[in-house]
């Protein structure tokens, strides 16, 4: 029988993982439980369906999601290739049509000739030595397949609650009020602009906070993402916290006043046909009847259609430091291996990053080769040494940020007094050392 690498999980870190060991040569099995059992969050039976944003952070060069979106590019990932493709307007940041986003990848994978697609829970690790295994089913995994994880590790699971942006029909958008612009004209007119003045800003505070959310299980503490904290989370932080978070208005002028607005919700294009937008930043576990309500009092969205409400659901991850090395592979069991959102990694690139490493280790560990560890400079390398070596104690998920990279050396430092220049120079440094490394794989 040929040898077989096991993908299980069909998200952005199990496509990706999948890929690479594909393009390698090697046979890969991949498999997803949709629509056999589906999740709390996902619509669809596509892989790669993006639940939360459609947005994958900034592309601006000079900055850390970029760094880690160009490593994936230049080492040939297959989502970074599908995100150019379904790319949709929202300036500096790269956001795709979500839809065809996950049926381009759906069509690449199923047309692979070295990739079988299996439609089935696995509840079970497995026990077949010879073949590596990634386990990349993502902070959704399926209740038995977690316990099985959890037999595994020895631990108990960590979690975390993560919340989804609302999305409305556009021609239901009141544009008399509403206007395009991006911040500091970053993007052109690439957004939708709700603007408040203090009264307005007000009312919306003082309703969201009297509002009546979805109750969670009574059971759990409630942990919540600090990257992604539901709105009236954010506004019980004290009343001004919403307008300096994501309903800032610097960098945006209404054309009616020509002023500053007090407050302003953005809108960002969900799919290339532009007749939906999602409300950047606005996540939220409001019952259903209070989201309508109290949206509705946003200048412009008096009349707001939505397509989309906003949810929540529960994200599992392990406690990586004590599992895995900077391969990705367990210390236990050097043939298995985790990729995505269930390492601690959190956002869809840098699931998609550790996705790319171990689908590269597999076909390595199946061929009786030394694993690969990123450069200490690159990004999938600052993730990847995150996970596998942060203190355990509290083990918190991340994205990549500068304070994950390896720091310049003192000299340049000196050199490069100004934080934005040392940025530019560590990407540099990051891809010059990423590209060299990449040569030799």
């Known amino acids: 029988m040929k040898p077989t690498i096991s993908v299980i999980g069909g998200g952005l870190a199990g496509v990706e993982a999948a890929w690479q060991a594909a393009q ?8 997803e439980m949709r629509p056999v059992l589906q999740t709390p969050a996902h619509r669809t039976d596509k892989l790669a369906e993006i639940v939360c944003s459609n947005s994958l952070k900034t592309d601006e060069p000079g900055t850390a999601p970029y760094l880690l979106k160009e ?23 790269l956001s795709v049509d979500r839809v065809k986003f996950a049926e381009l990848i759906t069509e690449r994978v199923e047309a692979h000739r070295n990739i079988e697609i299996i439609r089935e829970e696995i509840t079970e690790l497995p026990s077949d030595a010879a073949n590596p295994t990634i386990i990349a089913t993502g902070p959704l995994t399926s209740d038995a397949l977690t316990a099985e994880i959890m037999r595994f590790t020895g ?48 009312r919306f505070i003082a ?19 600090e990257s992604c904290l539901p709105i009236e989370e954010i506004a019980r932080r004290g009343v001004e916290t919403l307008r300096f978070g994501p309903m800032k208005p610097k960098g945006l002028r209404d054309p009616r006043t020509g002023e500053e ?3 302003c919700v953005q809108l960002r ?38 397509l989309q409400f906003g ?20 210390r236990n069991d050097p043939r298995l291996f985790f990729a995505g959102q269930i390492t601690g990694v959190e956002g869809y690139v840098e699931s998609v990053a550790t996705g790319w490493l171990a689908g590269r280790n597999a076909v390595r560990t199946l061929r009786g080769e030394p694993l690969l560890t990123a450069p200490r400079t690159s990004a999938i390398g600052a993730l990847c040494r995150y996970v596998s ?32 220049e040392r940025h530019i120079v560590q990407v540099e440094r990051a891809l010059a050392d990423w590209d060299a490394w990449f040569r030799t794989i």
Request: proline share 6%; glycine share 6%; with cysteine.
């Open 24 to 31: 390698a040569g090697e046979f890969v099995r991949l498999y």
């Open 71 to 93: 490593e994936l590019r230049r080492g040939g990932s297959l989502v970074m290739e599908a995100a150019a493709a379904t790319r949709v307007p929202a300036g500096a940041a």
């Open 155 to 202: 631990d108990d699971q960590l979690y975390f609650y993560d919340a989804i942006a609302p999305i409305i029909a556009a021609d239901s958008i009141d544009m008399s009020i509403a206007f395009r612009a991006a911040r500091y004209d970053k993007g052109g007119d690439d957004y939708i602009n709700c603007p408040m003045d203090r009264d307005q800003y007000d």
């Open 207 to 225: 309703e969201l906070l009297e509002a009546r959310s979805v109750p969670l299980k009574r059971f759990e503490d409630t942990h919540w993402f």
């Open 261 to 263: 607005p007090y407050a």
């Open 269 to 306: 294009q969900e799919n290339l046909m532009a007749d939906a937008y999602g409300m950047v930043g606005f996540q939220n576990h409001l019952r259903y009847g209070e989201q309508e309500r109290i949206l509705r009092l946003i200048p412009g969205l008096e009349n707001a259609e939505f």
């Open 311 to 330: 949810q929540i659901h529960r994200n599992t991850f392990i406690n990586s430091p004590k599992l895995l090395d900077e391969t990705l592979a367990t």
């Open 389 to 420: 070596n942060v203190e355990t104690k509290n083990f918190q998920p991340v994205n990549i940020t500068f304070g994950l990279l390896e720091p310049l050396p003192p000299e340049l430092r000196k050199k490069h007094r100004r934080k934005r």
